[in-house]
């Protein structure tokens, strides 16, 4: 943290209030000076800093007082998507993405997959290829995109039981997918809220989307305790564990995922469309099916284009408009360029003057040596 260094300046607003944080942060860090109430005691209670000893302390929310911000200044950058309307397998997709751009598309939010239908052809409607396939072996993960660093398995789970997570008896069970059990979502600058509607996993993900901001991530034991309390410790509820069985093709490490309903399904393919006739969710495929591609990157690696004059020489005989003299010299041109130059994708062409030629006849200078 941060403290404020103007002599004049007392305390600080930070984002506490009761015992929530206004980012909807669940970390149980504090830091209270030692003669304040108790935590969440206080209805209208704000927490601000000091400056003298950087410990907390309660104040009306009311006052006015300095505050204190984190984040940067700058909006996060998103990426850049380029819809390449030529079918190819998802191989040959990897590869010229790879080749051309940075790689094939890699979502991690809603807004990610808004940029890729936007830059789709309006006149394409079918399913385009996007860099998530099978992975080698699966992984635990969260549905909000957290990282999975704290863990709080029952003894002998996960067992292979399913590829879903609940939360009983204050510990995590890996169980079917499909089976329908209340649950628990969360919902940014409020907490976790309870549905008391059955669902399968991958529905009451959809609802937790839908109506809040996603099904409940579990990051510490305080987190459990107030997850717990909700439904108390004998009912199974989801929480927003997931057995993830897929990858990013540029190694992108978060677990955002947008399913078509039924999907995946486990069985058709090992590689996944965006499927532009449903709203841009996707789907698992063959991967030697056919497809137009999405990429991203900055700009089309083979169209950064640099104009070079060349002057040529010749003793007059040799027609250097010729076209297969032309070809001649740009092969040799572009051999050298792949021996020489960083970039072996270097493409390089003739530029014609407005009458057609490329190469313009220049007059010899001849110089006078002779002294006046």
Same mark, same amino acid.
């Given at each position: 943290?941060?403290?404020? +260094?103007?002599?004049?300046?007392?305390?600080?607003?930070?984002?506490?209030? +009761?015992?929530?944080?206004?980012?909807?942060?669940?970390?149980?860090?504090?830091?209270?000076?030692?003669?304040?109430?108790?935590?969440?005691?206080?209805?209208?209670?704000?927490?601000?800093?000091?400056?003298?000893?950087?410990?907390?302390n309660y104040n009306d929310c009311a006052m006015d007082n300095p505050f204190i911000c984190y984040g940067s200044s700058n909006p996060p950058q998103r990426r850049q998507y380029h819809f $390449?309307? %030529?079918?190819?397998? &998802?191989?040959?997709?990897?590869?010229?993405?790879?080749?051309?751009?940075?790689?094939?598309?890699?979502?991690?939010?809603?807004?990610?997959? $808004?940029?890729?239908?936007?830059? @789709?052809?309006?006149?394409?409607?079918? +399913? $385009?290829? =996007?860099?998530?396939?099978?992975?080698?072996?699966?992984?635990?993960?969260?549905?909000?995109?957290?990282?999975?660093?704290?863990?709080?398995?029952?003894?002998?789970?996960?067992?292979?039981?399913?590829?879903?997570?609940?939360?009983?008896?204050? @510990? &995590?069970?890996?169980?079917?997918?499909?089976?329908?059990?209340?649950?628990?979502?969360?919902?940014?600058?409020?907490?976790?809220?309870?549905?008391?509607?059955?669902?399968?996993?991958?529905?009451?993900?959809?609802?937790?989307?839908?109506?809040?901001?996603?099904?409940?991530?579990?990051?510490?034991?305080?987190?459990?305790?107030?997850?717990?309390? =909700?439904?108390?410790?004998?009912?199974? @509820?989801?929480?927003?564990?997931?057995?993830?069985?897929?990858? &990013?093709?540029?190694?992108?490490?978060?677990?955002?995922?947008?399913?078509?309903?039924?999907?995946?399904?486990?069985?058709?393919?090992?590689?996944?469309?965006?499927?532009?006739?449903?709203?841009?969710?996707?789907?698992?495929?063959?991967?030697?099916?056919?497809?137009?591609?999405?990429?991203?990157?900055?700009?089309?690696?083979? %169209?950064?284009?640099? =104009?070079?004059?060349v002057n040529v020489s010749s003793d007059g005989t040799a027609d250097l408009n010729n076209p297969t003299l032309q070809a001649t010299?740009?092969?040799?041109?572009?051999?050298?360029?792949? =021996?020489?130059?960083?970039?072996?994708?270097?493409?390089?062409?003739?530029?014609?003057?407005?009458?057609?030629?490329?190469?313009?006849?220049?007059?010899?200078?001849?110089?006078?040596?002779?002294?006046?």
């Amino acid at each position: 943290m941060k403290l404020l +260094s103007a002599k004049n300046i007392s305390k600080a607003w930070i984002g506490l209030i +009761s015992s929530q944080w206004s980012d909807a942060a669940l970390t149980t860090f504090r830091s209270w000076a030692g003669d304040q109430p108790g935590e969440g005691t206080l209805l209208n209670g704000c927490a601000a800093t000091s400056n003298n000893s950087g410990m907390w302390n309660y104040n009306d929310c009311a006052m006015d007082n300095p505050f204190i911000c984190y984040g940067s200044s700058n909006p996060p950058q998103r990426r850049q998507y380029h819809f $390449v309307n %030529k079918p190819m397998t &998802w191989t040959q997709a990897l590869l010229y993405c790879t080749g051309r751009f940075s790689a094939l598309a890699t979502a991690d939010s809603v807004g990610d997959v $808004v940029g890729m239908m936007n830059a @789709v052809n309006l006149l394409y409607n079918g +399913s $385009v290829w =996007i860099g998530l396939s099978r992975a080698s072996s699966a992984t635990w993960a969260w549905s909000s995109r957290d990282l999975l660093d704290f863990k709080n398995w029952d003894t002998g789970r996960p067992n292979g039981t399913g590829s879903c997570g609940v939360s009983v008896r204050s @510990v &995590w069970r890996d169980y079917n997918c499909t089976t329908p059990l209340y649950f628990v979502c969360f919902q940014a600058g409020v907490g976790y809220i309870g549905v008391n509607i059955s669902k399968s996993w991958q529905d009451a993900q959809s609802y937790c989307r839908q109506q809040y901001t996603d099904l409940a991530t579990i990051n510490s034991p305080w987190q459990q305790k107030l997850l717990t309390g =909700i439904f108390g410790r004998g009912l199974a @509820v989801w929480v927003g564990l997931f057995l993830d069985t897929w990858q &990013w093709s540029d190694q992108w490490s978060l677990f955002f995922r947008n399913w078509a309903v039924g999907q995946p399904t486990y069985v058709a393919g090992n590689c996944i469309t965006m499927m532009t006739n449903d709203s841009g969710n996707w789907a698992d495929a063959p991967c030697n099916t056919e497809n137009p591609v999405m990429c991203y990157g900055d700009v089309d690696k083979l %169209k950064r284009k640099q =104009i070079i004059s060349v002057n040529v020489s010749s003793d007059g005989t040799a027609d250097l408009n010729n076209p297969t003299l032309q070809a001649t010299m740009l092969n040799r041109i572009q051999q050298a360029l792949k =021996i020489q130059a960083s970039d072996k994708n270097a493409a390089v062409s003739w530029i014609q003057e407005p009458s057609g030629k490329v190469f313009v006849l220049k007059p010899k200078v001849i110089q006078n040596n002779h002294g006046c």
